[in-house]
């Protein structure tokens, strides 16, 4: 793998980088889920960081990558998102300056906690298209640094640490499930487990709707969907038209791409609470919803990456009274 990316050496340069204010997340077995599959299942719990999400992973690695001047200068973003949220609290523990860009049509429970971590918010426009445009102007005019969410090699070495912990919690582990939007979460812990040992299998899970990454790859080009309502809202968004890391490393990485219904996110949302006693968000579900569908037929040993916890608490409790 001569042509890989972005070298393994940099995901270990991130763990140590990311010592100091990212902690190891546990690996835990499910009994329930081994007890439907007929095949040893862990879960790989991300929503245990402090904001809920792995995306603490990249964005600590990234910001600390910067120069002292950088950092002085301070960070951008237009997420609002887990990203978002990952940058503004890193931001935060390092005592730099953040301004994440948003549009008029952020919700304000969001924008609220944007400013809890200590965020500058800057609303712009109607349009995530208007906030990113104004997160540009920031980086050109005042030298601040956008931090992308996944196209970037810094966010890609981040994530894929949590592969470097999964091989150490369970060396036995022959295929990982991966919920897969702009592919930096996949490119990482790809590059990292496929480095100690290729025939361990990288599936990819995203909603049927608006699957920009697999459809980009059926096509052989990056393309962008049309965004619908889903339960798994953290994977939405396209994968960007100049894609320059995730989706040739997603292209390499990956084994194979899958896809679950609402229905089946719903199930796999539905499971963890009733099983695990464990509240996550729809993208965190996605990897249980396809192991519950009878059809498919994993490895020996698998581990699901569980993403991120951030549901609120309207979706939380539709879910629960639905019949
Ligand atoms: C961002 C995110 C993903 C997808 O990660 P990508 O790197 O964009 O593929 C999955 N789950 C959660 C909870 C996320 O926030």
Redesign the pocket.
Known sequence: MEDRLVPFRDVWKAKKRIKSIIETTPLVYSEHLSACTGVKVFLKLEQNHPTG???LRGAANKILSLSEEEKNTGVTTFST???GIAVAYIAKELGIPCTVCISNRVPGVKVNRLKKLGATVETVGKSQDDAETRCIQLEKEEGMTVIK??DDKDIIAG?GTIGLEIMEQCPEVEEVII????????SGVGLSMKSVDPSIQITGVTMEKGAV?QESLRKGHPVSLEEEDTLAD??L?GIGTGNLF?FPMTKKYMNKGVLVSEAQIREGLLFLLEHHKMVV?G??ATGVGLLLSEDYQPESHVVLVV??N?IDHETMTGLITRV
Do not use: Y
């Not at 919920?179 to 996949?186: F, M």
């Open positions: 999400a792995f995306k998102g887990n990203h969410p996944f994530q919920p897969l939007s702009g592919g930096g979460l996949l990454m953290s994977l968004g995730t968000e993208a965190a993403s991120g951030n």
